[in-house]
């Protein structure tokens, strides 16, 4: 059975760092992309980026709103990816998740979401 | 403001059919991207409910189906029941100068009367 874990989240004060983790199992990781994704409270969902596999090259790709203070990085040894996020604001206050990425004949898609890991930053 | 334009809600009776829309432009839909559409539940994780715009994931009841034309696409849900009401996102592709990203509408709410 596919798996996804979020953690590592929690209470953070502003300008200041958190690295969350995503852990996977039921599946060969090295095999797959993963997405990253956030949902503030009473808002839909945000894409934040995603890592290649290594077959690939293992490259990261973000979306622009977030470009610059936000990092996915995985250890496929691990069966991990990490989300990095930098300077944080208070309205990076959200719910993350981890997905599995599938290519479609145009576009991509995620079968597979972890349960979610809150962030709250504030001081 | 969302890339993709949905309802913010719709609502049926138990056993009726609803329809919701994702509306896009020629930079995602209209460039041919596929639509692909989530269920989240109230206080759950999003679930995948129709890819590559009518392609049922293995488990996802029949009541589910997608269809895309041009620049939008729906979702339609047949034989309504209580436990389909949630928020419903729609998900393509989107090509722009600065790159390509993946994209989401705004979120329906489906309410069941």
């Known amino acids: 059975e596919v798996q996804l874990a979020e953690s590592g989240g929690g209470l953070v004060q502003p300008g200041r760092s958190l690295r969350l983790s995503c852990t996977a199992s039921?599946?060969?990781?090295?095999?797959?992309?993963m997405s990253w994704f956030r949902q503030a409270p009473g808002k839909g969902l945000e894409w934040i980026g995603f890592?290649?596999?290594?077959?690939?090259?293992?490259?990261?790709e973000y979306a622009a709103s977030v470009k610059g203070r936000f990092t996915i990085s995985r250890d496929d040894s691990k069966s991990i990816a990490y989300l990095q996020v930098n300077s944080l604001r208070t309205e990076d206050t959200a719910v993350y998740y981890c997905?599995?990425?599938?290519?479609?004949?145009?576009?991509?898609?995620?079968?597979?979401w972890g349960q979610g890991n809150l962030v709250t930053v504030s001081s | 403001q969302s890339v993709l334009t949905q309802p913010p809600s719709v609502s049926g009776a138990p056993g009726q059919r609803v329809t919701i829309s994702c509306t896009g432009s020629s930079s995602n839909i209209g460039a041919g991207y596929d639509v692909h559409w989530y269920q989240q539940l109230p206080g759950t994780a999003p679930k995948l409910l129709i890819y590559d715009n009518n392609k049922r994931p293995s488990g996802v009841p029949d009541r589910f189906s997608g269809s895309k034309s041009g620049t939008s696409a729906s979702l339609a849900i047949t034989g309504l029941q209580a436990e389909d009401e949630a928020d419903y996102y729609c998900?393509?592709?989107?090509?722009?100068?600065?790159?390509?990203?993946?994209?989401f509408g705004g979120g329906t709410k489906l309410t069941v009367l």
């Open positions: 997905s599995r990425e599938r290519v479609g004949a145009m576009g991509r898609y995620f079968d597979y």
């Open positions: 998900q393509s592709y989107d090509s722009r100068l600065s790159g390509s990203e993946v994209v």
């Open positions: 890592i290649r596999r290594q077959a690939y090259g293992g490259t990261t």
């Open positions: 039921g599946f060969t990781f090295g095999d797959y992309a």
